[in-house]
């Protein structure tokens, strides 16, 4: 079945406690990108990586990081989490990135609560 | 950062009424615009991707359109069912990136039985 998995589905830790949420798709999807999902402000892009090795910087990059060394795999890290990442984070895959003219498909969602 | 919005806030509709709702999106440099449909507890999926200026897609009681010369795009839902709501995002990719993607706020569509 072609998806995208996210793990863990949720998390609750402690500020500064660094974490890794992985995001893996079975499709040869070129592109995968980050999205955080908070009351009224609507999906917001992380990072995105148009291809192995290719990541750029989203809409709210600061705090995370990403890397795509393979091009199934795409892990958000955040180094020193602090309480305002809190947040419904989803992984989404494409077949192409460039000028995304295809839709994505979304991985399930990591619930993440820092405190 | 672009700028998508997306209108109304939310709709409350009764079953089988027709509605329809609004994205509007920055014109210039546009590259395509994306509809998802996110039920409660599920993840977005995609219903349309546009690209050209006058665009429709159909799928099933639902449609869009795209003017991109003015930076909007409408979907309709025909006789709307109570599995019909959901929220309803746009997002645009425009700009001097090719891989970044704008959402809306959404639309949140509930239709009443």
New interface residues.
Partial sequence: EAQVTQNPRYLITVTGKKLTVTCSQNMNHE?M?W?RQDP??????IY???NVEVT?K??VPEGYKVSRKEKRNFPLILESPSPNQTSLY?CASSPS?????????????TRLSIL | ?LNVEQSPQSLHVQEGDSTNFTCSFPSSNF??L?W?RWETA?????L??M?LNGDEKKKGRISATLNTKEGYSYLYIKGSQPEDSATY?C?S?GGT??????????TILTVHP
Avoid: C, N, W
């Avoid at chain 1, 009224?40 to 892009?45: E, F, K």
């Avoid at chain 1, 990135?97 to 969602?109: E, K």
């Avoid at chain 2, 990136?97 to 959404?106: P, V, W």
């Fill in positions: 592109y990108s999205y009224g402000l609507g999906l917001r892009q995105y990586s148009m750029d989203g809409d989803f990135g460039r000028g995304l003219y295809q839709p994505q498909h979304f991985g399930d969602g | 950062i590259y395509a994306h998802y599920k993840s977005p999926e995609a349309f991707v690209t995002l997002a990719s990136s090719y891989g970044k993607l704008t959402f809306g706020q959404g």
